[in-house]
């Protein structure tokens, strides 16, 4: 079964930093893309950041292009998310997940409609003004 347990959310100041991690239970790093979604209040989920270990493939969303880097620690069975010069509108409730086969780009795509994809519980971000 795979289990996905975030942590590192909180209250931040625009223009500050955080970084989320996720531990990543029952899956072999190699076989998953891996990766973060997020849902603001009264929006749809939606594609942070993805990877895939096994052919180097990543994702990001325009929004956070240049400023929110993914990483992983697969001797720690977990991946991050460094989040630098956060804006209000990346308040959101973020979610780790992981996908099996497919690749980090695709699961940034798809991974929504995506019938393999595991998600954690999510992780409260809250940017002020």
């Known amino acids: 079964e795979v289990q996905l347990v975030e942590s590192g959310g909180g209250l931040v100041q625009a223009g500050g930093s955080l970084r989320l991690s996720c531990e990543v239970f029952?899956?072999?790093?190699?076989?998953?893309?891996l990766g973060w979604f997020r849902q603001a209040p009264g929006k749809e989920r939606e594609g942070v950041s993805c990877f895939s270990r096994s052919d180097g493939s990543t994702y990001y969303a325009d929004s956070v292009k240049g400023r929110f880097t993914i990483s992983s620690d697969s001797a720690k069975n977990t991946i991050y998310l460094q989040m630098n010069r956060l804006q209000p509108e990346d308040t959101a409730v973020y979610y780790c997940a992981a996908a099996h086969r497919l690749n980090g780009r695709a699961m940034g795509i798809l991974g929504l409609y995506y019938a393999l994809t595991s998600w954690g519980k999510g992780i409260l971000v809250t940017v002020s003004s």
């Open positions: 029952g899956i072999t790093f190699d076989e998953y893309a």
